[in-house]
């Protein structure tokens, strides 16, 4: 299967360095990335057989958790749709920009063994949760994932999404951000590094400058990205959909 990645003219970048960010969930653009629900109530048994309920405090979980996934995970975003026209626009500059093309089979996204680090005894172990270290659809509901352990790893609620997403039919990978092959000073961008072979096209937006047009063509005429084949939205002239041309 392909997956998409749509992304703005400069970063022309990740095509010429193989190399690709993985954003920690508080840098992503929904507030609500992995602001799990939490409905933390214990009971213990008190004295004279009255039971004593303690209350936690969810905001406290809610911040200890989503700290604790920025710090330590980044997610890829990709789709499975070429032709979403409200994507082009906001992700790639107004159909400006162009979109990567991946192929979901390459070894890249599939079977990674990657280290988890529990956030409560923080000791690390091995991770098997689908969608760490490998693709996971996105799933999209109304209602916010939750959970009543405090001591859980809340792993899910980096794959749901209020409704209002489904449009993007996103597909996710998340990594430990210390795993990254690079990171900037400040400590906020993590790039990773993948196999030429994993790439399997691009294609220019309708309105994409000439500068992007060639610095792409060349690009592709190198022997590692030879394979990639470079194609050029054109609107349709009788509805609102698009059709890919070779260049």
């Known amino acids: 299967m392909k997956l998409y990645k749509y992304v703005i003219p400069k970063r022309i970048d990740v095509v010429r360095r193989q190399m690709i960010r993985f954003t920690p969930p508080g840098f992503l653009s929904d507030p609500f990335e992995c602001r799990i629900a939490y ?12 039971e004593v309920h303690k209350v936690f405090d969810p905001d406290e979980y809610i911040r200890l ?6 710090a330590e995970w980044g997610i890829l975003c990709l789709t499975k749709r070429p032709d979403n026209l409200v994507m082009w ?20 996204f599939n079977n990674r063994y990657v280290m988890h680090l ?8 091995p991770l098997e949760y689908r969608g760490f270290g490998n693709l996971r659809d996105v799933q999209y509901t109304q209602l916010r994932c939750s959970t009543c352990n405090p001591d859980e790893v809340p792993t899910i609620s980096f794959f749901v999404k209020s409704t209002d997403w489904q449009y993007e039919e ?25 196999p030429p072979e994993a790439l399997t096209g691009l294609i220019l937006g309708a309105g994409a400058d000439q500068k992007l047009i060639q610095g792409l063509s060349r690009l592709v005429k190198k022997d590692r990205l030879s394979h990639v084949i470079l194609r050029k939205a054109r609107l349709s002239l009788n509805d609102f959909g698009m059709t890919f041309d070779e260049l």
């Open 170 to 194: 996103e597909v996710r990978m998340i990594m430990p951000l210390n795993y990254a092959d690079y990171t900037n000073k400040e400590g906020f961008l993590h790039l990773f590094r993948f």
């Open 89 to 108: 626009g906001h992700y790639a500059n107004a159909h400006r920009g162009f979109l990567l093309e991946f192929d979901s089979e390459n070894p890249f």
């Open 39 to 50: 409905n933390l109530t214990t009971s213990t048994s008190g004295g004279h057989g009255n």
């Open 65 to 70: 958790w989503r700290r604790m996934a920025s």
């Open 118 to 125: 529990d956030w409560t005894w923080m000791e690390e172990m």
